[in-house]
């Protein structure tokens, strides 16, 4: 059942488009991630839905009730903020009561359910602190939970781990999304972190200059990118302009190398320029035999980056990178050697223009 | 060479403070001189058991309090949304605040007396001018004070908290904006209170009770008693900062953000 409609969203600031033709449905209980660099629209976005920012055009429903003009207290959207924006005059527990106390809710309801909060952020100690008592991982906690309190239809978090270090920012993720999933409620979560974002959503929508590139489940937008700009956005990607060769039998030619490809070329004819992205972790050392997509390359270069090793080739005029398990032993070809390298045909991605 | 630069540091230093002390010290000797041939506080005595003295200190400070819960009203709200709405105003108000010190006080009276003085605004009597006046006169400290006070908190961010979490205007400024930027208001507070205490002229052609046209009518009448009334003066001026002084260090205002 849809729960959040967007319906032709646009937003303009002063002739300057943030947003253009933005629709999305949400399913109750959802997960959806906004991902995309600075400026894309994906905070404008959140922020229509939160009522702060009214669309230029376009229609913002939930429950199929239209709240596009509706101000934002008059919502009931909990959000959560980059900078946490507790209420520094406030205790915690008061930050997590307070919107109860707006509803003005009774003593011993706003008690239970504060004491409610704290439990499902284990934070049940911290009652009587202060914001700035806190760390900033148990600040942003608190945000959460001071959101949640007032049992939103729609939970927004605006960059909620940004401001916090690496470590924290992983298990605070997986525990933002323990309690999403507990409490079944809707999330809209805004991030440039494509990891962050792969990590955490049930599906994930990809903006830039304002514009949706591709909606889908992490696995999709990761494995089937349908742009260019997805596909380089969203971990790393190789691109090199091909030429079609036979698309009935998804034949393609980088710098003369033929290469086979599973996606549909219909609509393409011999001779037209494409681009084609192939993901590092794709490529393999030809072991055995094989007939199609051997590629000719030469070692430029091999980075250790932990588990994974990345090793960067030049096959023709084009650059590529290849990932593989680092495996102390399994032996490596050395800089400058010249190697063969494949991959399959699902590997090789046609890019939408 | 820094050794040097350090001993011309407290020769400066010391210049300052004899020039600021040494005669609030002889004032203040001078006020202990009321006695013959001892030194006493019997001025100060005259000056509390004068019935003249209480009347109009009483209204002095009648006239400050209303100018700073005016000032409060006027320019929290003011401010705030100046901050949160029309930022680009900011540097245009902030000059209109600093007008008090360019406009003499003595054209800003004769401005309200002409202007207050026929209908339909016929108000110059009223003790509303003479506190439209102060709040006007305070507006430097009281109004800087607000917008620092604002400038130390993420008002945007904490706005948008409160709204999403159901709060109106009013419970955004009583609940959340007023309580972090007490520290401020307080200061801006005690200052217009300095302010106003010590105003003459306002009072004195709006012919109102107040404390210095008192004091200035005490000067032409008396010798040690005006003297031991500057002191009282500076001790209230002092007392007021020392509260600010006080209640700053022991409220120390959370950052919203940062942390780790």
């Not at chain 1, 629209?41 to 429950?63: C, H, Q, S, W, Y």
């Not at chain 1, 007032?150 to 997986?174: C, G, M, N, T, Y």
């Not at chain 1, 320029?273 to 972790?281: C, N, Q």
């Not at chain 2, 929290?76 to 709405?85: E, G, M, W």
Request: proline share 5%.
């Amino acid at each position: 059942m849809t729960h959040l409609t967007l319906s032709n969203i646009c937003k303009q600031f002063a002739g300057t488009t943030a947003v253009e033709d933005f629709n999305l449905e949400v399913e109750k209980g959802e997960f959806v991630s906004f991902l995309g660099p600075s400026g894309c629209g994906k905070t404008t976005t959140l922020r229509m839905i939160a009522g702060f920012e009214v669309p230029t055009t376009g229609k913002v429903t939930i429950d199929d009730t239209d709240i596009t003009y509706q101000a934002p207290n008059q919502r009931n959207v909990g959000m959560v903020f980059q900078a946490y924006a507790l209420f520094p005059n406030m205790t915690v527990a008061q930050n997590i009561g307070y919107g109860l106390r707006i509803r003005k809710e009774s003593k011993t309801a706003i008690k239970e359910r504060v004491t409610e909060m704290l439990a499902l952020i284990h934070l049940e100690k911290k009652g009587n602190s202060y914001p700035h008592q806190l760390s900033g991982g148990q600040q942003q906690r608190v945000a959460l939970a001071r959101a949640l309190a007032i049992r939103p239809q729609v939970l927004l978090l605006d960059e909620p781990l940004s401001a916090l270090d690496a470590k924290i920012r992983v298990s605070l993720r997986a525990e933002i999304r323990a309690i999403q999933k507990k409490l079944g409620i809707t999330a809209i979560y805004v991030t440039h972190d494509q990891e962050e974002a792969l990590s955490i959503s049930d599906r994930i929508v990809v903006m830039y200059e304002g514009r949706i590139e591709q909606v889908g489940t992490p696995f999709e937008i990761y494995n089937f990118p349908q742009t260019a700009f997805v596909a380089s956005f969203v971990g790393t990607l190789n691109t090199a302009p091909a030429e079609v060769v036979d698309p009935a039998k998804h034949l393609l030619k980088i710098d003369g190398v033929q290469l086979e490809s599973a996606e549909m070329l219909e609509d393409k004819h011999a001779g037209d320029k494409v681009t084609i992205a192939i993901r590092p972790e794709r490529f393999n050392f030809i072991a055995q035999e094989r007939k199609a997509n051997i590629l000719d390359c030469q070692i430029e270069n091999i980075t250790f980056l932990g588990s994974v090793v990345r090793i960067q080739l030049l096959i023709g005029s084009n650059r590529f990178y290849m990932d593989t398990f680092n495996n102390p032993f399994l032996e490596l070809p050395k800089i400058g050697d010249k190697a063969q390298i494949t991959c399959s045909r699902e590997a090789v991605l046609v890019l939408k223009a | 060479m820094r050794r040097g630069n350090r001993i011309w540091s407290w020769i400066v230093m010391i210049i300052g403070i004899l020039y600021f002390f040494l005669p609030l010290l002889a004032t203040f000797i001078f006020s202990l001189k009321a006695k013959l041939g001892v030194l006493s506080f019997q001025a100060y005595a005259n000056v509390f058991h004068d019935p003249a003295f209480v009347y109009n200190f009483s209204y002095s400070v009648l006239w400050a309090i209303s100018t700073i819960v005016v000032g409060i009203l006027l320019f929290v709200p003011t401010a705030y949304l100046i901050r949160l709405r029309v930022p680009k105003l900011r540097s245009a108000v902030e000059f209109i605040t600093l007008l008090p010190f360019v406009i003499p006080a003595i054209v800003f009276v004769f401005g309200l007396v002409r202007t207050f003085s026929h209908p339909p605004l016929l108000i110059v009597n009223s003790p509303a001018l003479l506190i439209a006046g102060y709040t006007v006169l305070s507006m430097p400290y009281m109004y800087r004070s607000i917008d620092t006070g604002l400038r130390s908190i993420d008002v945007r961010t904490l706005t948008e908290a409160a709204q999403s979490l159901g709060a109106g205007w009013g419970s955004i400024l009583f609940d959340i904006i007023l309580p972090n930027i007490r520290v401020a208001i307080l200061s801006g507070a005690f200052l217009s209170f300095a302010i106003v205490i010590g105003e003459y002229i306002l009072a004195q052609y709006l012919a109102k009770p107040a404390f210095a046209p008192y004091m200035a009518y005490q000067i032409q009448q008396k010798a040690y008693e005006p003297a031991a009334m500057a002191i009282i003066s500076f001790a209230l001026t002092w007392a007021a900062m020392g509260i600010i002084a006080l209640v700053g260090r022991g409220n120390g205002q959370a950052q919203v953000g940062g942390g780790h």
